[in-house]
């Protein structure tokens, strides 16, 4: 078994830190599709305390309209965000469909990385969940926090977070192991690339991270795919 989705990319051209341009962001199309991916979302970065909702949407859209048509028919594409998540994004009453992931009510969040998730982050989380939003936790690698206290990542999952973790961190020594534990409780839901480029968080990553998966914890492909195929058809 492979896994088929992709929740998180840095694909769309000249929006963000990820691919540069039209021919860069079909590559790294074509190879997610040749390894194993059939269904992508394009989630570039929105830093909410810098840009605003709209500005934001508009130049995503404008990008979105030129290059989805561009890319083979073999991959469907969803349009969505990477969303730092801060006050600014509730400063006013707004419709938050745009963020989420097309045609769902999930929308990928991130938080700095010295979140503690208590307080004010735990807040911004059920700011989310209460205008009928399911958050997207982005590469739960990144927070020291919550490699650390696992009970977090049960509240969070209580709360109706979804968790997600990079392909590419089951290739680093230092983080698998804890990773695969993870896994192995349920505490990550999906797998993402977080392609930015062929170099950072390749497309290669998610077969090598797939054949890690076969020899430690087979058990969790089924799982992993099964909660994908939930979110993107909601």
Request: overall charge neutral; glycine content about 4%.
């Amino acid at each position: 078994m492979k896994l088929s989705y992709d929740f998180h990319t840095h694909i769309l051209p000249g929006v963000d830190d990820g691919a540069s341009d039209t021919d860069e962001a079909l590559s790294l199309i074509s190879a997610l599709k040749e390894n194993g991916v059939k269904k992508v979302c394009l989630t570039p970065h929105f830093y909410t305390h810098k840009e605003s909702f709209e500005d934001f949407v508009s130049r995503r859209n404008a990008a979105a309209r030129d290059f989805i048509p561009r890319i083979q028919d073999e991959v469907e594409v969803k349009l969505g965000a990477e969303v730092f998540v801060t006050p600014y994004l509730f400063s006013e009453s707004r419709d938050f469909s745009p963020l989420c992931l097309t045609g769902t009510n999930y929308m990928l969040t991130e938080f700095p990385y010295s979140a503690g998730f208590s307080g004010e982050t735990m807040k911004l989380l059920l700011n989310i969940r209460n205008v009928g939003v399911t958050p997207i936790l982005a590469h739960i690698e990144r927070y020291p926090k919550l490699m650390k206290e696992p009970e977090l990542v049960e509240e969070l999952i209580y709360m109706g977070v979804i968790i997600q973790s990079n392909a590419v961190s089951f290739t680093d020594k230092k983080l698998k192991f804890k990773l695969l534990k993870y896994l192995k409780k349920g505490y990550i839901q999906i797998i993402s690339s977080d392609v930015h480029s062929l170099r950072r968080n390749p497309p290669s990553s998610y077969k090598e991270a797939t054949e890690v998966f076969r020899k430690k914890c087979p058990d969790v492909l089924p799982f992993l795919e099964r909660n994908a195929e939930e979110i993107w058809n909601s």
